[in-house]
Nanobody, 116 residues
Framework: QVQLVESGGGLVQPGGSLRLSCAAS????????MSWVRQAPGKGLEWVSS????????YYADSVKGRFTISRDNAKNTLYLQMNSLKSEDTAVYYC?????????WGQGTQVTVSS
């Protein structure tokens, strides 16, 4: 059974940090291009960051560049998102996505709330 399970979300004060994880099972995630996508309350999906299957290239939305770092551990079938200097506008449900030409998998999401 294919699964992507996100964890690490929670409530954090502005300026704080969180590290999200996305554990993949039921498929070999090392062959997949993986991304983080978020959805703020009342808004559509927003792409956050992506990473090549071998981790050689990473990409970031301008809104998170310099604050977030995407990484992966293919030996553990796990994707990460280190989020620093969090702002209230980062509040959203964060989803993990794994994609190839023929497959497209999504996790159930983890809530991140940035508030004092």
């Amino acid at each position: 059974q294919v699964q992507l399970v996100e964890s690490g979300g929670g409530l954090v004060q502005p300026g704080g940090s969180l590290r999200l994880s996305c554990a993949a099972s039921g498929f070999t995630s090392s062959s997949y291009y993986m991304s983080w996508v978020r959805q703020a309350p009342g808004k559509g999906l927003e792409w956050v960051s992506s990473i090549y299957s071998d981790g050689s290239n990473t990409y970031y939305a301008d809104s998170v560049k310099g604050r977030f770092t995407i990484s992966r551990d293919n030996a553990k079938n796990t994707l990460y998102l280190q989020m620093n200097s969090l702002k209230s506008e980062d509040t959203a449900v964060y989803y993990c996505n794994a994609k190839t030409m023929a497959r497209d998998y999504w996790g159930q999401g983890t809530q991140v709330t940035v508030s004092s």
